[in-house]
């Protein structure tokens, strides 16, 4: 049951990497406990969808005091791309307005740095969250559909190989909350896209009234592509448009609503 995997609180769900390893700590938020009000109830952390200001300022506030030491949050604005930004000593030197210049335009986030929380909002896109255990680095990657079909995921270890070293055997790979297949209902241009792109369609699309995708199989199959073991991929399998009370879901709740939170960070 979904309820085994949260936090007592309900605040946070729950990975097994972070059982894995102790100097790991990764997350998605949930809906509750915080302090937004109407469709951004309760524990929305991000500021660019609509919310309050001092309310999502006192739910990172809560966020933080979740954490297993304190740490700092780095959180992007998204825009569906595939921009890669590389958290190191020098990001964290700046100022906060230099910071977020930085941020701007960013889906994916690279660290080696302990301390440093990467984060992802989405509400149905698919976070994922990746730890290279040998050379001990870690990345958050927002992937929506346009992301997905970009490859963000290959692109960020793509990044980390560039950077870190990082090889698929070193991946562990978290693959959090978003919309099923059953319930993303696309059109014949967006199949389209994907079979161009050169995606195995029979592999993650199915017909029904109308085209189905399968977002979490297909960033599975990128994490594979770049020689992550299948028993290192921790797939949640958790719809957000069908649980709504529990995620947000902009499909069900309208884009003026909250975004889940997913972070990972070396403790």
């Known amino acids: 049951m979904m309820d085994n995997r949260l936090t007592e609180d309900r605040r946070m769900l729950k990975y097994g990497l972070t059982e894995l390893y102790s100097n790991i700590f990764c997350f998605s938020t949930t809906r509750h406990g915080g302090y937004s009000q109407g469709s951004y109830a309760s524990f929305n952390c991000n500021d660019y969808c609509g919310d309050m200001p001092e309310a999502v300022l006192k739910n990172r506030e809560l966020l933080s005091s979740l954490l297993p030491v304190r740490g700092e949050l780095v959180i992007p604005h998204q825009v569906h791309q595939t921009e890669i930004r590389i958290v190191d000593d020098v990001f964290l030197q700046k100022g906060k307005p230099d910071r977020e210049v930085l941020l701007e335009g960013v889906d994916a986030l690279v660290t080696n740095v302990p301390k440093v929380c990467l984060c992802v909002s989405t509400a149905d896109c698919i976070p ?32 980390m190989k560039k950077v870190y070293g990082t090889r698929g055997e070193d991946i562990y790979a978290c693959i959090g ?68 009370d529990d995620f947000f879901s902009a499909r069900r709740l309208s884009i003026a609503s909250g975004r889940i939170l997913s972070g990972i960070m070396m403790c």
């Open 128 to 159: 994922v969250l990746c730890y290279d255990v040998r050379h001990r680095a870690i990345a958050a990657i927002h992937a929506g559909w346009r992301g997905t079909v970009a490859r963000i995921v290959c692109k960020t270890l793509s990044v």
């Open 177 to 244: 909350p978003g919309i099923s297949q059953d319930a993303f209902e696309v059109g014949d241009e967006v199949y389209d896209i994907f079979d161009k792109a050169g995606f195995d369609m029979p592999r993650i699309a199915v017909r029904k009234e109308k085209w189905h995708i399968d977002l979490w199989e297909t960033n599975r199959m990128q994490l594979l592509e770049f020689g992550v073991n299948t028993s290192r991929i921790e797939v949640s399998g958790i719809c957000t448009w069908k649980n709504k």
